[in-house]
Structures are given as C-alpha cells and as structure tokens.
C-alpha cells in the first residue's frame, strides 16, 4: 500500500491550531502503558520523550515554537487507547510518539487518521500497523514479520538437530503476532513445533502449562509476548526442574524482566534491534540519561528517535501542517539517535533489522 498524502486545508489546521500569525507552543505526546504491568515500558517511552522535547526546546525549538509535551495512559489496553487518542485530539496535540502495544497503536492510529495527526510508533511492531493503517502512521521499530525471520530461521535449526520447540502467545495483536511470524518461518525451515498453546496474560500460576510443556519434553521454549509473563513462565519452569531454555522477542527488553526472573533468567534469548546506546555519537545523551538516574534502555532512544524525526520533517516543511510534515517524512532521511533513517512508502523505517541478545548476570548484550 502506497502512502496516498490526505489534503488537509489550511482553514482545518488554522482551527485546530488556533489563528493569529503569533509564534505559539506545539503541542505533541507520547503515549503507552503508564501504569499496570507493562509500565516499565510506559516509563521508558516517557523518559525518551522528555528529553527529546527538553533538548528540542533548548537548541530553539521547531520553527521557533517550544514544544509542549502531553502523556497518555492507555495501559496497553485498546479501548483505553482509543479514548486516549480522543482526548489528545480535544487538546490540539499534532504529533502522537506511540503507542507501545500494537493492540493499542492500530485502534488509536483510526482516531488520529480521522483528525490529522501525526503518528509515530517507537514501539508498535504487529504489521498491520502500517500495512492497513493511513498515511499519517508510521514507526522507527521493526515489524513481526522481520523479527519472525530471525527468531523462526534460529528455531528451525534447532529443531534440525532433535530439539523440541514450544511456541506460546498470550493471544494479543502484538503476542500472537509475533509467535505466529516466527512459527511460519519455523516450518519453512521444514519443521514444525512440537507445541502450540495460548496462555492469558496477566495471570500469577503458568504451573499447568509448564507441566505440559514437561510433559512433552520441550527443549525450547518460544514466547510470543510480555517480559511480565515470560518472566513467570521461565521461573515456574525452573521450579519444576527443567533447563528448557527460554526465547522470546523485543518486550523483554526492559531490566524488570531479571527483576523478576533472578537467576532463572540467565541464559534467555531474545530478538531486538541493534541496541542505540552502542553508538559512540549518542555516548553524550546517554551520559545524560544516566546522570539523571535512568538508564535509556529498551524504547527510550527510540522513543526520542521518533520525535527527532518528526521535528526534523516539520523544520523542513517550515510548518506542523499535517500535509506539510508527512511530505517531509515521505522524501526525507532524518540524523537521529538511532542513526540516519528514512520511512518506506508503507511508513515502515529503512533501518538495520534485528539481533540476538543474551540475558546474563542481570543484563542483556548482543549474543
């Protein structure tokens, strides 16, 4: 599907922007889960969003107008979503830097559709985000499809050698998504899993599907979903003594994951793009982070990516003209924290796909 630009007339945005020639703020946002089980990661996207505005303010702006910056609570929860998108729209905002769940950037990216907003996902990877969403979304993450290649190519050939794979998702856009790519290219490969079971996230006991999983001799264990969950499920499994090993994709990357793991986490694989906070050029604005007390692990970088983008697409169209700006972001390649990008005609980012990663002693690193 080809970006088709949406016509926006300039009496529209004069009434959504407010009139008079006046230099006035811009009203942007993030939003994600800032609370519920999943608010590591509404924390990081707050933090990267922060500072970007912080540092966009201090170097003059965009187009001489200081950036404000509202923050939504959806708790990855799409219908809370989709009321936050509601409530961004009653407050002028131009530009939305999320959400995190696909379960809630695909409803929410209607509402902005419908308003002409801007939307960026640090986060959102399902591809029907972009691959049925409007010409207003796009993201600077991966999509399952990419993810999937890696995690199922590495499953394949595991099972290649007599091992016995598990695939399990907890049934969300995101979740399932992601498990259902890596098992298409498992079986690819010429293997199929030797399990496939659907969990429901949230819950505290995973004790039954860990002993199925037992029960079938399961070498490797797939999870398409949460670090909250996998986390469970890892510990659970070494309760019941097995040293199935655990493999999962970019939610995990979050230290809560060995928060709640401890040592039962060591070991654990996981898919994620090339970690940011590896590039000596951004060693300054890490050491800003830190020095704040938060380190810019997981989405944060991206999230400051996503902002980077669209205020340097909207300082070239000299304006926060929706039609303007997606103009700019269509034809443009962006110097950003996460290096130079550029969006696809679907509004995917031209970006290095995903690596390997390894949890040990409370971290992860490239395998």
Known sequence: MKKVLVAVSALTMGMMMGS?????????????????????????????????????????????????????????????????????????????????????????SKVYEEEGIIQISPASTNPKLTDEGGPNVYRVCG?????????????????????????????????????????????????????????????????????????????????GGYHTEAGLIVRQMRDQGMKTQLVSGDALVTNEYWSITGDAGEGTLMTFSPDPRKNPKVAGLVKTFRDNGIEPEGYVLYTYAAIQAWAQAAATAGSTDQEAVMKALNAGKFDTVLGELSFDQKGDVTLPGYVWYEWKNGNYDYK
């Open 143 to 223: 999509r399952d499809d990419q993810q999937g290649k890696v995690a199922g190519a590495y499953l394949g050939d595991e099972a290649k050698s007599g091992k016995k794979i598990a695939i399990l998702h907890d049934k969300t856009a995101y979740g399932k998504g992601l498990a259902d790519a890596t098992m298409a290219n498992m079986i690819l490969s010429g293997n199929k899993p030797a399990m496939y079971e659907a969990y429901t996230a949230g819950e505290k006991d995973y004790t039954a599907l860990v002993s199925k999983m037992k029960q079938a001799n399961i070498d490797i264990a797939y999870v």
């Open 20 to 108: 008079g020639a006046a230099l006035a703020d811009v009203k942007i946002a993030t939003a994600g889960p800032m609370t519920g089980q999943y608010a590591s990661f509404g924390a990081q996207m707050k933090a990267g969003a922060e500072q970007a505005v912080a540092d966009i303010n201090a170097a003059g702006g965009v187009n001489g107008e200081m950036l404000v910056l509202s923050v939504g609570d959806d708790a990855c929860d799409p219908k809370q979503a989709v009321a936050v998108a509601n409530q961004m729209v009653s407050d002028g905002v131009v530009f939305m830097a999320g959400h995190f769940c696909s379960g809630s950037s695909i409803p929410a």
